[in-house]
């Protein structure tokens, strides 16, 4: 947030200031139990579903927002703001924010690969300028506020993850953010049961970051994904341009190719072939690059600043993670989140990696994939068992054996199903040293548990 008077935030927000000195100066905004709390903290106090309350007797902010019936829970030391809707008045102070940015605004979402997309892209732009972009995973509509008021004078662009749990949010979350690029990594399976089971409904849902899209704003998609190509851009003003390595496109990645290190690929910019390499594995870690290079490119960034910003990428924590494990063995911790196109991505990676230990492969339950689930869960073993990128598959959870029941009816094994993480542990202890343990479930079984024992470090 930009510095503000006490009264000029009282006065944007429609509220009323019951104590405090109206000259105090605020820099930043939070809303929940942080680090980010100081005495320049304009904190928000309010009732949210799902969010526990905090006890204003613990922190010590600069000044609250708050409503009046919250009021006497507020510490009389402390200055008081009082509005009607306090989760209103935040959004309301966001959008001022936004409209004091004379800075490049990138919106980034999709099914898959938009925080490592994310990261590929602020890692260039910083290069160049002071970039802000989505911390961690708070890429909902309802950290939107905290991210755009952690904007401050002196960043000149500004990458935005916009993530999304129904129809509605991306509109939510594009409409306040109103980015001058958009891009949409990939469509897939992610968030499809909340979706009335749909495909059709995934595509909508990211088409509506073309809603908030600047007027000559430009939309940025993969020319490869079957999906992509059936987003409506008759509502978009200004350009849309296409990244791809299979069919042609504005920025297309060609000699694509695994080193001992990542990947190396070429792509023609401004007349001329350059080379590009990532100290990360994987075709889909590509893609990603190519959308980061688009980004970079309409924003007038040379082609050295990109392949400085990408050689130092290192991928948000566990996405495609490598990590030491004991008695020499590699843990890739992809189990952020998944879903079947994702974890056959991850997959895919495995036999081009410079490791010449067993390669094993711990997957557990894919969610939100509502009348797909079985579907999906299916497809990934029959994609093990076609293409055995590994020599052992080892599978947790319900939905897990699924996958499981695929690989060894296409004659995959050995196949090894677990209910519970700690009876796969019990077993992935066992595995010859110098093995390469690939992991990949959704959020919600906390694979990070399961690898905790067998990281070197055991953090």
Do not use: C
């Not at 990594?185 to 509506?208: F, M, P, S």
């Not at 000559?216 to 490869?224: I, K, Q, R, S, Y």
Request: aromatic share 6%; no cysteine; glycine share 8%.
């Amino acid at each position: 947030m930009y510095p503000l008077r006490l009264r000029q935030i009282a006065t944007l927000l429609q509220g009323k200031i019951i104590r405090g000195n109206p000259d105090l100066v605020l820099t930043n905004v939070y809303y929940r139990r942080g680090r980010h709390i100081n005495a320049r903290t304009l904190f928000f106090f309010y009732d949210s579903r799902g969010r526990k309350r905090p006890d204003l007797r613990d922190l010590s902010p600069g000044a609250v927002v708050t409503s009046r019936d919250l009021l006497p829970l507020v510490p009389a030391r402390l200055p008081v703001i009082v509005v009607n809707n306090p989760f209103r008045a935040l959004w309301k102070l966001a959008r001022w924010q936004r409209n004091q940015l004379a800075i490049p605004v990138i919106g980034i979402t999709g099914s898959a690969g938009k925080s490592t997309t994310t990261a590929m892209t602020a890692a260039i732009l910083s290069r160049v300028h002071p970039t802000l972009h989505t911390v961690g995973n708070l890429n909902t509509t309802t950290w939107f506020p905290f991210q755009m008021l952690r904007v401050s004078p002196r960043h000149r662009a500004v990458v935005f993850e916009m993530g999304m749990n129904r129809l509605g949010d991306i509109r939510q979350h594009s409409r306040a953010a109103r980015p001058s690029i958009a891009v949409i990594t990939n469509i897939g399976e992610a968030h499809v049961g909340n979706l009335g089971n749909t495909l059709d409904n995934v595509v909508r849902a990211k088409q509506e970051i073309i809603e908030g899209l600047s007027p000559t704003g430009t939309l940025v998609l993969n020319a490869d994904d079957e999906r992509s190509r059936r987003i409506d851009t008759r509502k978009v003003r200004g350009r849309v341009v296409t990244f791809g390595i299979r069919n042609p496109a504005d920025y297309r990645a060609k000699d694509v190719r695994y080193t001992l290190t990542g990947m190396r690929f070429t792509v023609a910019l401004r007349g001329a072939n350059h080379t590009f390499h990532l100290p990360v594995f994987g075709e889909h870690m590509v893609y990603n690059a190519l959308a980061a290079i688009a980004v970079a490119d309409l924003l007038g960034i040379s082609p050295a600043a990109m392949r400085e910003g990408l050689r130092r990428f290192r991928p948000p924590k566990m996405r495609l993670q490598m990590i030491r494990g004991k008695q020499g063995r590699l843990l890739i911790n992809d189990a952020y989140n998944a879903n079947p196109s994702a974890m056959i991505a991850g997959l895919s990676i495995l036999p081009h990696l410079p490791h010449k230990g067993k390669r094993v492969a711990v997957l557990g339950d894919m969610m939100e994939l509502g009348t797909l689930t079985h579907s999906g869960h299916r497809r990934v073993g029959r994609y093990i068992a076609a293409h055995r990128p590994v020599d052992v598959l080892v599978t947790v959870g319900r939905y897990g054996r699924i996958i499981a029941e695929a690989a060894r009816e296409r004659g995959f094994g050995p196949v090894y199903a677990f209910p519970t993480r700690e009876d796969a542990l019990k077993y992935l202890l066992k595995t010859p040293p110098g093995s390469v343990l690939y992991f990949k479930a959704s959020r919600r079984l906390r694979f990070e548990r399961l690898l905790r024992p067998l990281r070197k470090d055991e953090r």
